[in-house]
């Protein structure tokens, strides 16, 4: 079967990150003396210790980037100081500030998008609460805020933006908010998760070659170079700074590899956009983040509305040449098929059974393929396909198109087993969501039960 054919399959869960390999091999004659390379890195306040270790300088002999440097750190010491407390006043009534979720963990987006988020700020005192001041400990959060008295029993909010702009990796940020509470003048709030770079090399940081012989060759290593499939990159060139340094580029090639097919994936959700706020809070996900992202389809409506799938189905008949669509009976035969009809789709529907018990029914076109193929033909089954799966991702032969409603499936994703070793994707708690997994899974066992058929005939009669 055909890379296109492959990727027509995997309709709703596609395409890639981009992969290029480098070999890069090195040797010893010629290298440069360690001590050519060295560099430092001291924090502003130890440039401080270093420049002024106790005794007065004359003010022209002192740096101006120290100074500068001393500035900078002594106004970032001040702003995470908590403010003086308010005085209780003297009829003993004070108000009493309640963060009940003060650290939100946003999950994992992707380098440039911006993460929004409440905090509920509750007054549980008897006196008014005002929040003076918030402070954030870096320039890329933005923080607004309540600034009329919250009154006793009443609610005030503080609103967070995280530009994640030239940010890669775990981030954890503090916001400061200063309130009149005797009790608690500095309320500390906290906002983290992970941030995909569009760009990066793996490894990230650098090889470690230990000691080599003066003459010694070592055996090649790989530095792998990814991005992000919806970004347009090209490697024009290599720079090398040493001659004892060779560099062999592999990039990924479609079609297969050592043999086997390789795939593209992608996945396209659903959730009813009138609910989509209050299921947020619920299963602590940022739903409505995805959705402005376009991650996440949150059509109007308390429900789904099936006819706005059957009409993305529609779509991609027009742009792929769609061998199947397989689907959940339970979802399919309640509202999805009836829209389909409706739209008058022509797609070959093949049912695949959740869970690890009920196996489903090949087709014409899977029993043709599975005798092209010289096996046994089966129908769709959810260990099956969970191993075909994970077999495609340990052997790296899928790429999948950025989307955090996957990867927090994934991550949410357990598995159930039976007795003889049969394993499927299930969930330990009704919160966690992982249908796209679940699809994920389904495109790969499809595709595969697919793999070597036939091409269709037609008979066609012209009057």
Not at 37 to 50: H, L
Not at 244 to 273: C, N
Not at 299 to 320: C, D, F, K, M, W
Not at 324 to 342: I, M, S, T
């Amino acid at each position: 079967m055909s890379t296109e054919s492959q990727k027509n399959l995997l309709l709703y869960y596609g395409p890639p990150i981009a992969i290029v390999s480098f070999l890069v091999a090195f040797w010893a004659s010629g290298m440069g003396r360690p001590s050519e390379n060295v560099s430092a890195k001291v924090r502003s306040d130890e440039v401080v210790a270093a420049a002024d270790p106790g005794t007065e300088q004359p003010a022209e002999s002192i740096d101006p980037a120290i100074t500068a440097a001393r500035d900078r750190f002594a106004d970032k010491r001040r702003q995470s100081e908590p403010p003086t407390p308010t005085p209780i006043s003297a009829d003993g009534k004070y108000p009493s500030i309640l963060v009940e979720e003060a650290s939100y963990d946003f999950g994992t987006v992707y380098e440039g998008d911006e993460v929004q988020h409440a905090y509920a700020v509750k007054n549980t005192g008897d006196a008014d609460l005002v929040l003076t001041k918030v402070k954030t400990s870096c320039g890329c959060t933005v923080a607004e805020y309540t600034e009329e008295p919250i009154p006793p029993g009443g609610e005030g909010v503080v609103d967070i933006v995280f530009k994640t702009r030239s940010k890669k990796g775990s981030q954890k940020k503090s916001i400061f908010v200063h309130t009149n509470d005797p009790r608690t003048p500095q309320q500390k709030l906290f906002i983290q998760g992970h941030v995909q770079p569009e760009f990066w090399i793996e490894p990230r940081d650098r090889i470690d070659l230990g000691v080599i012989e003066r003459g010694e060759t070592i055996e090649p290593q790989v530095v792998t170079v990814k991005w992000l499939a919806d970004l347009d990159v090209d490697i024009t060139g290599i720079v090398i700074r040493n001659d004892a340094i060779s560099v062999e580029q592999e990039p990924w090639e479609d079609g297969e590899h050592k043999g086997k097919p390789l795939f593209d994936a992608w996945v396209e959700a659903w959730t009813p956009g009138d609910t989509i706020a209050a299921r947020e809070l619920q299963d602590k996900q940022p739903y409505q983040l995805w959705a402005r992202n376009g991650f996440l389809n949150a059509p109007a409506g308390a429900s789904i509305n099936y006819r706005h799938v059957a009409q993305a189905l529609a779509e991609a008949s027009h742009e792929y040449d769609v061998q199947c669509v397989a689907y959940d009976r339970y979802a399919f035969k309640r509202g999805l098929e009836p829209e389909c009809n409706d739209l008058g789709l022509s797609l070959e529907f093949v049912e695949h059974p959740q869970g690890g018990v009920k196996k489903g029914k090949p087709n014409e076109a899977m029993i043709a393929a599975s005798r092209a193929a010289e096996r046994e033909p089966e129908g769709l089954w959810m260990p099956m396909s969970v191993r075909q799966l994970e077999e495609l991702l340990l052997e790296k032969r899928i790429r999948l198109k950025r989307n955090p409603v996957l990867i927090s499936a994934m991550m949410s994703a357990v598995t159930g087993n039976d007795r003889w070793g049969n394993y499927w994707l299930d969930k330990e708690r009704a919160t966690n969501k992982i249908d796209a997994a679940i699809a994920l899974a389904m495109a790969v066992g499809a595709a595969h039960s697919y793999e070597g058929a036939p091409a269709k005939e037609y008979q066609m009669l012209f009057l």
